[in-house]
C-alpha cells in the first residue's frame, strides 16, 4: 500500500497569512494527488485534483504543486473560513489511501 | 446538480450487521465510480472501496475483504455498502463518495456521511 505523510499535523496562523501544507507519498504517483478540505461535521470538500488544478468554485487563493512523491499545499492570505482541516489522498492504486491531515487552527 | 444522500444513522451490536444508502442524482449514474469511505471520531479518513456501477466490478481494501460488500441498484441510482460482523472499532461516519471524469479521478461530490455506531 502507498502511505501518505501529511505534515504539519497541526498548524497555527492567521488571517492573512501565507500557510504550505506537505503531502509525501511512499512511492512514485506522478500527479495522482488530491487535497480535500474538512470542518468540523461535514464531508470532505475537494479542493485540488491532479496535485495543481482548482476544483470549481475554489477560491484562487487555493494551489497546489509538485509530482512524484512530495506535494504541497499553498493557501495564501488565509480567510476566516479556511480554518479547518486538510486531507491529501493519491488515486493512483487501491487502496486509494489518505494523509492523516493538517489541523490549521 | 450533483447530490449524494445518505440513509440515517444506525446504532448496532457488535457481531451485527450494517447496510447504508446512497441516493445520487443530477449525473448520468453509470458514468462514474462510486466509493465508500469512513471516518471514527478524531481520526484521517479511510477508504473502504469502489464499484463500478456500469457493470458492478468492486474493489475493496484489504482489511475489509469479506466484511463489506458494495452493491449498485441502478434503477433507484443508488449504492449500498454493507459491513458484516462490526466491531466498536467500525463506529465511524461512512460517506459515499462519487469519483471524478479527470484523468488523476478525485472523489468530486460526497454524500453527508451516515454515523454508525457500535455499542453492546
Known amino acids: 500500500d502507498i502511505q501518505m505523510t501529511q505534515s504539519p499535523s497541526s498548524l497555527s496562523a492567521s488571517v492573512g497569512d501565507r500557510v504550505t501544507i506537505t503531502c509525501r507519498a511512499s512511492q512514485n504517483i506522478h500527479t495522482y494527488l488530491h487535497w480535500y478540505q474538512q470542518k468540523p461535521g461535514k464531508a470532505p470538500n475537494l479542493l485540488i485534483f491532479g496535485a495543481s488544478n482548482l476544483q470549481t468554485g475554489v477560491p484562487s487563493r487555493f494551489s497546489g504543486s509538485g509530482s512524484g512523491t512530495d506535494f504541497t499545499l499553498t493557501i495564501t492570505s488565509l480567510q476566516p473560513e479556511d480554518f479547518a482541516t486538510y486531507y491529501c489522498?493519491?488515486?493512483?492504486?487501491?487502496?486509494?489511501?489518505f494523509g492523516q491531515g493538517t489541523k490549521l487552527e | 446538480q450533483v447530490q449524494l444522500v445518505q440513509s440515517g444513522a444506525e446504532v448496532q451490536r457488535p457481531g451485527a450487521s450494517v447496510k447504508v444508502s446512497c441516493k445520487t442524482s443530477?449525473?448520468?449514474?453509470?458514468?462514474?465510480?462510486l466509493h465508500w469511505v469512513r471516518q471514527a471520531p478524531g481520526q484521517g479518513p479511510e477508504w473502504l472501496g469502489w464499484i463500478n456501477p456500469n457493470i458492478g466490478a468492486t474493489v475493496y481494501g484489504q482489511q475489509f475483504q469479506g466484511r463489506v460488500s458494495i452493491t449498485v441498484d441502478t434503477s433507484l441510482r443508488s449504492t449500498f455498502m454493507e459491513l458484516r460482523s462490526l466491531r466498536s472499532d467500525d463506529t465511524a461516519v461512512y460517506y459515499c463518495?462519487?469519483?471524478?471524469?479527470?484523468?488523476?479521478?478525485?472523489?468530486?461530490?460526497w454524500g453527508q456521511g451516515t454515523l454508525v455506531t457500535v455499542s453492546s
Open positions: 463518495a462519487r469519483e471524478g471524469l479527470d484523468g488523476t479521478v478525485p472523489l468530486d461530490h
Open positions: 443530477g449525473y448520468t449514474f453509470t458514468a462514474n465510480y
Open positions: 489522498q493519491h488515486s493512483y492504486s487501491a487502496p486509494r489511501t
